[in-house]
């Protein structure tokens, strides 16, 4: 741990920089997995690094120990004229220039990077540098700033203008771009109720795309939206794993494949004595778990069993 520390506070390993996983540890030191595990460990404790989805566990950007001076302003420099210099549309003298879209886009930069429960009326307000009760001109309470949060954020990347043919394109484009969105905001799919589902705009033009998609090919209005809500909850029950997977990364400081490198031995312990033999095989010829691939076959899948549904005759060839 001395090393990687020496490293980390020499600039050695520059913040955001990716640090070696407990496999290259191991490797490069020759030490065991739990030691290599600890390591990372007490780094993290330490706050010289963080674990980020998707990438591993980086070295962490230091924060100022100290506020910065203030800079005096120059003796010469006379105070401007406000009545002549400011323009009819500036904020009036006083104005934090406070507007709902940025309260949104505070928020869901807080989510992004540290999970919704880090989201909170007081937060936001110190992210923007405004009083809490500031918010409360804009928004109802954090359940309507969520509900904004998840319109804004399926927003960012709008279906195309004119829907493909067919229904297999239409429902293909819609659930690979909604995944995007999932990818994008691990949040989101935790945020999203299907009992008690929130009114989002974006949200609904999804569910427009697909019900039309559908109406347009056989299916009565009871079964489209039916099929609407199976394609929907596959998506969003996949995509759970993405805040799940983020919170175990902050709290262990090991990314997914750092974590099963810990679990092999105990693994390959409960597979001996032959009670397990498909198990035991594919832990000795591996597996690649990526859950983009399986999202993917799981969709077509899907969509295999709706085209039995719908009026088109033979099923499409799987892909």
């Known amino acids: 741990m001395g090393e990687l520390r020496r490293r980390i506070e020499t600039g050695e390993l520059a913040p955001g920089e990716r640090v070696p996983s407990t496999r290259e540890i191991t490797r490069q030191w020759?030490?065991?997995?739990?030691?290599?595990?600890?390591?990372?460990?007490e780094l993290r404790h330490e706050g010289l690094v963080r674990a980020v989805p998707g990438v591993g566990t980086v070295v962490s950007v230091p924060e100022p120990t100290t506020d910065p001076a203030p800079t005096a302003p120059a003796?010469?420099?006379?105070?401007?004229d406000r009545r002549s210099t400011r323009s009819p549309s500036a904020a009036p003298a006083g104005s934090t220039g406070l507007t709902l879209d940025r309260i949104v886009a505070a928020a869901v930069a807080v989510a992004d990077a540290e999970g919704l429960a880090a989201v909170s009326m007081r937060r936001v307000a110190a992210e923007l540098g405004v009083a809490t009760m500031s918010l409360y001109r804009h928004v109802a309470d954090k359940d309507d700033l969520l509900v904004r949060m998840m319109d804004a954020a399926i927003a960012e990347r709008p279906l195309p203008a004119d829907p493909p043919p067919g229904w297999r394109e239409p429902l293909t484009v819609a659930a690979r771009q909604l995944w995007g969105r999932?990818?994008?905001?691990?949040?989101?799919?935790?945020?999203?109720?299907?009992?008690?589902?929130?009114?989002?705009?974006s949200a609904m033009t999804y569910s427009e795309w697909v019900l039309g998609s559908l109406h347009g090919h056989g299916l009565d209005e009871q079964s489209a939206f039916t099929a609407h809500?199976?394609?929907?909850?596959?998506i969003r029950g996949l995509a759970l794993n993405m805040e799940t997977e983020r919170e175990a990364e902050a709290q262990?400081?090991?990314?997914?494949?750092?974590?099963?490198?810990?679990?092999?031995?105990?693994?390959?312990?409960?597979?001996e004595g032959g009670r397990y033999p498909a198990l035991a095989r594919l832990a000795r010829?591996?597996?690649?778990f990526d859950l983009d691939?399986?999202?993917?076959?799981g969709l077509q899948r899907l969509l295999d069993g709706l085209a039995v549904l719908v009026d088109e005759g033979t099923p499409p060839a799987r892909t």
């Open 229 to 234: 809500l199976t394609l929907l909850n596959y």
């Open 30 to 41: 020759g030490v065991a997995m739990a030691t290599a595990t600890k390591v990372l460990t």
């Open 252 to 271: 262990s400081g090991l990314d997914s494949e750092e974590w099963m490198d810990t679990q092999e031995s105990v693994l390959l312990a409960a597979l």
């Open 182 to 201: 999932f990818r994008a905001h691990p949040w989101l799919a935790p945020a999203m109720s299907m009992t008690r589902p929130q009114l989002i705009g």
């Open 75 to 80: 003796p010469s420099a006379p105070a401007p």
């Open 285 to 288: 010829s591996g597996y690649d």
């Open 293 to 297: 691939g399986l999202f993917e076959f």
